[in-house]
């Protein structure tokens, strides 16, 4: 899997957000930028299409996409690459860096005393 450039992952963002396949103009209508040129989309669909990220066929005379990569896949591999590459593949230093750079509430607090409750037993972090 390869790292997405912040335009195509706008585009991958409304292609989760739907329930089924979808054209290229029912996506247009969910990027929150919708200026883009249709050969600018066209474009992108093209390059997603190419990276395994999507699977085209087609409704009547549109193209229809669906996704090859599920959201909950993509956020996982640039969770690991992001731990990778900026700390050294250590959770703690990445929990101590956002502990020392940001106000947690006591409700973010707990959450994730209960997170590691659970792994520390054994179970999944759903």
Same mark, same amino acid.
């Given at each position: 899997?390869?790292?997405?450039?912040?335009?195509?992952?706008?585009?991958? %963002?409304?292609?989760?957000?739907?329930?089924?396949? /979808? #054209?290229?103009?029912? /996506?247009?209508?969910?990027?929150?930028?919708?200026?883009?040129?249709? #050969?600018?989309?066209?474009?992108?669909?093209?390059?997603? #299409?190419?990276?395994?990220? %999507?699977?085209? =066929?087609?409704?009547?005379?549109?193209?229809?996409?669906?996704?090859?990569?599920?959201?909950?896949?993509?956020?996982?591999?640039? =969770?690991?690459? /992001?731990?990778?590459?900026?700390?050294?593949?250590?959770?703690?230093?990445?929990?101590?860096?956002?502990?020392?750079?940001?106000?947690?509430?006591?409700?973010?607090?707990?959450?994730?005393?209960?997170?590691?409750?659970?792994?520390?037993?054994?179970? #999944?972090?759903?």
């Amino acid at each position: 899997m390869k790292h997405l450039p912040a335009a195509q992952l706008e585009v991958m %963002l409304a292609v989760w957000e739907a329930d089924e396949p /979808i #054209t290229r103009n029912e /996506i247009q209508r969910k990027l929150p930028d919708s200026q883009w040129k249709i #050969t600018t989309l066209n474009t992108l669909l093209n390059r997603l #299409t190419q990276n395994g990220f %999507l699977n085209f =066929g087609h409704r009547g005379k549109e193209y229809v996409y669906s996704p090859l990569v599920t959201k909950d896949e993509y956020v996982a591999f640039e =969770g690991k690459s /992001i731990l990778k590459n900026l700390y050294d593949n250590s959770i703690k230093k990445f929990v101590a860096s956002v502990c020392n750079s940001s106000d947690l509430t006591e409700q973010e607090i707990s959450s994730l005393q209960t997170l590691l409750s659970k792994l520390k037993e054994g179970d #999944t972090c759903d």
